[in-house]
């Protein structure tokens, strides 16, 4: 059973710990009534060699029957249940399976197989919660239960005996709530007894949401309207949990009067869910199929592009780069790869660019691959040099941003599954605009757009693969202001000279740095913030765009210049460290 079949919502809180964790189990239990409809499933880590004298102290502590699980014992509300020593476990269904260990002691990490369990069976009806521990048990876990729309708590790390465990869900983003663990179970009752995605639950939720979104895009530029509704009011019930507030309009009113509740939000709408080669079947495939066949394409000493279009914290586009440099490496092929990894949440960009991972990577990540692409560090693993000269991170939407061009691959994982259909099919239409013909796309497990199958044809369908069909890409209108502005029709009684002042100071302010040039290359127009690109060298003033730009980036333009653009459309100019020492993009429009 998965969490779009359960019918009965009943809620399964995990909890998980390791040292100090009979102290932290007692404290959370204190906050827990009498009556409750509540499963409460403990892990912690336990010596597999001694008795658990668990049930028997924790018995002393609540009302709420306490047993310790036998294998394919079925959870009942109001019941708690441990994990015996000697055993991993995960859920199936209502079920509870006991699993042999299958990794030496040091290398198990039974916390975080019982949440990505209950995060694929139970996924938004599940909570998971990380209380004192040494090491970081349980971090991936809760980012994998995150994305399935489950709550995520964490004891305080200033309260918690070893705050190990409940900072390294704090450090990667995942936790929803942090508190005291007395008070975590009320924080889980609050916010599953008056979630707003409940029917009817606060009157209109579109009209409610709507306002709510309406100040989230006014205070940070990115409209979230076309996201899934349910989606998105599971979210807002998170920030109301946290706020201790139960009335739609109390939240309306601070998020007009809190400047900084939107940018809180904000960050609660973006659910950064990935890992190294997350879905290895489907990068197995990918290896096999597609990396080779992109290589031998490739030009010898040419160039090899590839997209990840939100990009999170970087994984993603780090395991499409070894993928790569392990085949150029096999065939002894010398060829410039150049991976984009994209995001609108520059947090996790941060994240990415410094490219640090917890230890915890090497479950995923085979020994070789480790040893070639990573440098080890006190605590964790460090990017090498090799991925670093492949990957540039940058901040950039692919709803309304200009999108890159010419490009080998896109992978967009478990992005769509959160947008409506109009944008799913807005952003099919943008990678078949990024794609050389026959590129290659890349998908989540679960997502499969309706339009797909107007610009992409399956290559791989079992691991969501897909090749660019021929033919010359639609004309885009991203995010609607250039176009839809500039093609307006004169309105509230402002001259047309009026109007376009108006309308190429917006573009100028919100708009990347562009260029207008002829078929000739002749620049027609500049935008103000292009001025860092250009220089006025000595000799006869010219407006060719080759004579403007400034003499240390020529050679990169006159390379991409080289690449053939269809009419009224546009080429990008992307640089990493010659300008400010930033990433910098261009974009020229012909």
């Known amino acids: 059973m998965t969490a779009s079949t359960s019918s009965d919502h009943t809620i399964i809180v995990a909890v998980g710990a390791s040292a100090g964790g009979l102290e932290a189990f007692q404290k959370l239990l204190k906050g827990l009534p ?7 499933v403990l892990i912690q880590h336990l010596d597999p060699d001694h008795e658990s004298l668990m049930p028997e102290l924790l018995s002393a502590k609540t009302k709420s029957p306490v047993q310790s699980v036998t294998d394919g014992i079925e959870v009942q509300k109001g019941h708690i249940y441990l994990m015996p ?3 991993e476990m995960e859920i199936q269904g209502r079920q509870l399976r006991l699993i042999e260990f ?26 998971a919660v990380v209380l004192s521990g040494t090491g970081s ?14 709550l995520v708590l964490v004891q305080d790390p200033r309260e918690a005996t070893y705050d190990g465990m409940p900072q390294s869900v704090l450090d990667q983003g995942s936790a929803d709530v942090t508190a005291r663990a007395d008070e975590i179970i009320d924080v889980v009752r609050d916010y599953f007894s008056f979630r707003i995605d409940r029917k009817g639950a606060f009157g209109s939720e579109t009209e409610f949401l709507d306002r709510i979104l309406r100040h989230v895009r006014f205070r940070t530029g990115h409209d979230f309207a076309e996201y899934k509704e349910a989606t998105m009011l599971r979210r807002v019930a998170v920030r109301m949990s946290v706020l201790n507030l139960t009335s739609p309009n109390e939240y309306l009113k601070l998020i007009v009067d809190n400047k900084q509740e939107a940018d809180l939000l904000f960050r609660d709408l973006l659910i950064n869910v990935t890992s190294f080669f997350r879905d290895p079947e489907h990068f197995e495939t990918l290896k096999r199929q597609v990396i080779p066949d992109l290589v031998d394409s490739a030009e010898e000493h040419g160039e090899l592009r590839v997209w990840v279009a939100g990009c999170s914290t970087g994984e993603e586009a780090y395991s499409v780069g070894m993928l790569i440099a392990e085949e150029l490496s096999r065939v002894n092929k010398q060829c410039k790869v150049v991976i984009f990894g994209t995001d609108i949440d520059e947090q996790a960009l941060q994240t990415a660019r410094q490219g640090r991972y917890p ?19 006190k605590e964790g693993y460090e990017v090498g040099e090799v991925l670093r000269e492949m990957v540039r991170f940058s901040r950039h939407s692919f709803i309304k941003d200009p999108p890159f061009s010419k490009l080998d691959m896109v992978t967009c994982r478990n992005v769509l599954i959160y947008l409506k259909d109009s944008l799913q099919e807005l952003t099919c239409r943008v990678f078949h605009y990024a794609l050389r013909t026959d590129g290659y796309l890349f998908l989540g497990p679960s997502e499969n757009p309706q339009a797909i199958a107007e610009f992409f044809a399956e290559s791989a369908s079992h691991a969501r693969i897909f090749r660019r069909k ?39 302010f919100y708009a990347p740095a562009y260029l207008h040039v002829d078929d000739n290359n002749n620049v027609i127009f500049v935008s103000e913030n292009a001025s860092r690109y250009l220089a006025v060298r000595g000799g006869t003033l010219t407006t060719n765009l080759f004579e403007l730009v400034a003499p240390e980036l020529e050679a ?9 653009a269809p009419p009224n459309s546009s080429r990008e100019f992307d640089f990493q460290g010659e300008i400010r020492g930033e990433e910098q993009r261009l974009l020229i429009s012909t």
Do not use: C, M, W
Request: glycine share 12%; charged share 25%; hydrophobic share 35%.
């Open 102 to 127: 299958d990794s030496p002691r040091g290398l198990r990490r039974p916390i975080d197989r019982f949440f990505n369990s209950l995060a694929v069976e139970h996924g938004e009806n599940a909570a």
């Open 137 to 150: 048990d349980g971090a991936s876990g809760a980012r994998e239960l995150k994305g399935h729309g489950g």
């Open 359 to 377: 230890d915890t990577i090497s479950d995923t990540l085979p020994r070789a691959l480790l040893d070639n692409y990573f440098k080890p560090l």
């Open 556 to 564: 990169a333009f006159r390379r991409v210049a080289r690449i053939e």
């Open 470 to 508: 021929p033919g010359q890409a639609k004309p885009l209108n991203l995010g609607g202001l250039s176009g839809a502005v500039l093609d307006r029709p004169e309105a509230n009684g402002a001259t047309g000279v009026e109007k376009t002042e108006i309308e190429r100071a917006i573009l100028d």
């Open 85 to 87: 020593p000697g055993f």
């Open 34 to 40: 009498e009556q409750h409809n509540l499963v409460l």
